[in-house]
């Protein structure tokens, strides 16, 4: 799951993602990150599912942190998509791959938002919504 934290100023020099890492023993990975003295925003990935992503989304919020889940990470236009390919190979976890019908299928659960895909794509059929 891919989660956007926002750190107010309060909070923003705290460990708080480092505790929560070990806390949980979940690697909680950093996609992007945005911080100055004022406000600190993260975009994470979180491998973890129902029960443990919940509590770790509960430890942010209980430190101060804002967690927003991602609902849509990424927006294929299949009117555009002339079923290429090119998107596939430098997708870095295969979170893209064709069905038997040649239709691209995306798998979130894989995607790390890196947005390779997105330039990729000679027709920009991908978005980022
Ligand atoms: S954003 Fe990155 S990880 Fe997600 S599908 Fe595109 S290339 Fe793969
Ligand atoms: S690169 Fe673009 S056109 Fe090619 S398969 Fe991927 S989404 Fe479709």
Redesign the pocket.
């Known amino acids: 799951m891919i989660v956007r934290l926002t750190y107010s100023p309060e909070v923003v020099e705290k460990p708080v993602l480092a505790e929560i890492i070990l806390k949980t023993g979940v690697p909680i990975n950093i996609l992007e990150a945005k911080v100055n003295a004022q406000k600190g925003e993260l975009v994470v990935s979180i491998p973890a599912k129902e029960k443990t992503l919940e509590q770790i989304l509960r430890f942010f919020k209980e430190a101060g942190v804002t967690a927003q889940k991602f609902t849509q990470i990424l927006q294929?236009?299949?009117n555009?998509?002339?079923?290429?390919?090119?998107?596939?190979s430098p997708c870095p976890t295969r979170a893209?791959r064709?069905t038997p019908d040649w239709t691209?299928e995306f798998d979130e659960e894989k995607c790390v938002a890196c947005r390779t895909?997105v330039n990729?794509?000679?027709?920009?059929?991908?978005t980022v919504p």
């Open positions: 294929i236009d299949f555009k998509c002339t079923s290429c390919g090119a998107c596939i893209l064709f691209l895909c990729a794509c000679p027709v920009k059929a991908i």
